[in-house]
C-alpha cells in the first residue's frame, strides 16, 4: 500500500494512492497515518480490506487537484541517521570506510512534506542535498538477533530528503547535529509504501536534480550497510518503536564531493528527487 497525508501543515488527513493513481480518503477508517497504526494490524487489514473493494466506492476519492501532499508520517518518534553509508560517496568525500555504522540524530521537527519549501538557514554558505531511503519502523526493536528479525520490524519505506549544512555540520565544531536540523531539513514523502511491496531494499534506485541537472544516480546496493543489518545494529544501542525513522545514507554526487567553487544549494534553486517505487518529491529554496 502507498499510504500518505494531505491537507495543510497541521491539518492533514490519511489517505491511500490506489493502483490507478487516485487518492482515497482513509479519514472514515483510521485517524491518521503513525505509529500506533503501523503496529496495529487489525487497522492494517481493514485498510487493505477497503483498497481491495476500491471499485464499490468503500473509500472516497479525493479531487487532488491543488492538494498538498505532507509528511505521510504523523508523531514522529524519532530520526537517526546513517553517515558515509555508500561507498562510492565516502569515496567521493576522501573518508575511509567505516567500521561500524556512523550514527547521528535529526530531531522530528525538520520534517516536512515532498513538495514544502525548504529554507536555506541564515549564514549559510553550503547547504547541500542527499537522496535517502527512510526505513519506516512497524514494530518495537531492541536486541534484534537477525537480519530477518530486523527485516519484520520495518512498516515501509519512503523518500527522505536530508539536507545537510556543511559548514555548520563540519567547521563549527562539535557534532554534525547542528548542520542536520535546521528547520526544513528532512522532507519525507510523498508515500509511506509498506515494507510488503518493496521485496529487496537493496536494489533501489535513487536520483536527484538541481535545476533540472542530474546530481546524484546511484542504488542501495552500494550501501555500506544494509538496511536490516542498520536495523538490526540500532537495536543493540537503542530501542527503535513504531513511527521511528532511520534515514540510511546517500549514494555519491553530494555538492561536497565537487571540485571548486562547489555548487552549494543557493535561494531559487530547484531540487527534485526519487526512489524506485517511493515517489517523486520536488523542492524549491527559500531564505530562512
Known amino acids: 500500500m502507498k499510504l500518505l497525508r494531505v491537507g ?87 573518508a575511509a570506510l567505516p567500521q561500524e555504522p556512523i550514527l547521528f540524530m535529526k530531531a522530528p521537527d525538520t520534517v516536512v512534506g515532498p513538495q514544502d519549501t525548504v529554507l536555506v538557514p541564515r549564514g549559510s554558505a553550503k547547504t547541500d542535498w542527499e537522496v535517502e531511503l527512510a526505513v519506516v519502523i512497524g514494530r518495537t526493536a531492541r536486541y534484534l538477533d ?82 536490516a543489518q542498520v536495523v538490526r545494529y540500532l537495536s543493540q544501542f537503542m530501542t527503535l518503536y513504531p513511527g521511528d525513522i532511520i534515514n540510511t545514507g546517500t549514494p555519491a554526487g553530494v555538492a561536497l564531493g565537487r571540485p571548486e567553487p562547489k555548487p552549494y544549494l543557493r535561494a531559487g534553486d530547484v531540487v527534485e528527487l526519487e526512489i524506485d517505487g517511493l515517489g517523486r518529491q520536488r523542492q524549491e529554496l527559500k531564505d530562512a
Open 8 to 94: 495543510p501543515a497541521g491539518a492533514e488527513r490519511p489517505a491511500l494512492l490506489d493502483a490507478s493513481g487516485t487518492l482515497r480518503d482513509l479519514s472514515g477508517l483510521v485517524p491518521d497515518i503513525d505509529g500506533a497504526l503501523l503496529a496495529d494490524d487489525a487497522a492494517l487489514a481493514r485498510i487493505r480490506e477497503a483498497a481491495s473493494a476500491q471499485g464499490a466506492g468503500a473509500l472516497p476519492a479525493i479531487d487532488d487537484g491543488g492538494v498538498r501532499i505532507g509528511p505521510p508520517l504523523a508523531r514522529i518518534g524519532k530520526i537517526v541517521c546513517i553517515g558515509l553509508n555508500y561507498h562510492d560517496h565516502a569515496t567521493e568525500t576522501g
Open 146 to 227: 537477525s537480519d530477518e528479525a530486523a527485516l519484520a520490524a520495518v512498516a515501509g519505506y519512503a523518500i527522505a530528503h536530508d539536507v545537510s549544512e556543511r559548514a555548520f555540520q563540519i567547521e563549527r565544531g562539535g557534532q554534525w547535529d547542528k548542520g542536520k536540523n535546521c528547520e526544513t531539513f528532512n522532507p519525507l514523502g510523498p508515500w509511506l509504501v509498506t515494507a510488503d511491496e518493496i521485496p529487496d531494499p537493496q536494489s533501489l534506485g535513487l536520483r536527484l536534480w538541481v535545476n533540472g541537472e542530474l546530481q546524484q544516480n546511484g542504488t542501495t546496493a552500494d550501501q555500506i550497510f544494509g538496511v
